[in-house]
């Protein structure tokens, strides 16, 4: 069978700038958003605004030509998530795409108990960055030398927690929502509240629901951009 054309060979160059608001499929990380959009449409330049782990669903903010220019300012926006915590359960990623590396008897939590240490995280808090993580450290990036089995010593780091708040318990399963800072991470506040109540926790499932002034409601599924024309997506972009 033939390669495959790819179809920016007979689409001419996207002229146009702009943001465009996309719903993350599960397990395409953020690069492969960004790869799709400048291969599928001919645009030649394409950033995001935050990235979502592999695992996560939810909103994508990406920039667009000139827009690109907005990228930073854009990616230290609050975000919003959705999502699920399992206690009991501890893995080298935080989620569960990684290794399982220690399972605890999580029995005895109570709603109350979980309520009660949801309230403790909000505010301002300091993080240590997963090893799986984007985080450099001396030049090199955190999940680098996580595959080569290498542990490297994290600078804590501040970030804001704005809201925290538990919409569902069916321990040892807990959905919640939350509001955060730039540069939070929700797997590891997931082990961090896992880890307060003595029985670890991943995070079991997340999605991006807002960046900013961007909502996920607004954000176009990437199966339906697979049939757009260059037109759709002018139209779909929002200005900046």
């Not at 700038?17 to 492969?32: E, F």
């Not at 220019?69 to 359960?89: E, N, P």
């Amino acid at each position: 069978m033939g390669r495959k054309r790819n179809e920016k060979h007979h689409l001419p160059p996207f002229p146009h700038s702009g943001i465009l608001l996309v719903d993350k499929p599960k397990t395409w990380t953020s690069h492969d958003v960004v790869n799709f959009v400048r291969r599928r449409f001919n645009v030649k330049k394409v950033g995001h605004c935050g990235t979502l782990d592999p695992a996560a669903t939810g909103l994508l903010v990406l920039v667009l030509g000139k827009a690109t220019k907005s990228s930073q300012t854009l990616s230290r926006s609050d975000k919003a998530y959705a999502g699920t915590m399992l206690f009991g359960i501890e893995t080298d990623s935080q989620d569960m795409d990684g290794n399982v590396v220690a399972e605890k008897d999580a029995s005895f939590l109570t709603s109350e108990m979980v309520e009660g240490l949801f309230a403790k995280f909000v505010g301002e808090i300091e993080q240590v960055p997963p090893m799986v993580s984007a985080v450099k450290k001396d030049g090199k990036k955190l999940y680098e030398l996580a595959r080569k089995g290498e542990t490297v010593e994290r600078e804590p780091r501040k970030i804001t927690v704005h809201k925290l708040v538990a919409t569902k318990l069916h321990l040892p399963k807990v959905d919640f929502e939350v509001e955060c800072s730039k540069g939070a991470y929700i797997r590891t506040l997931a082990y961090d509240i896992g880890n307060a109540l003595g029985c670890g926790g991943v995070l079991f499932d997340l999605a991006r629901t807002a960046s900013g002034e961007f909502k996920l409601q607004d954000a176009h599924d990437v199966e339906t951009m697979k049939s757009w024309t260059q037109d759709d997506l002018l139209r779909a972009l929002v200005a900046f």
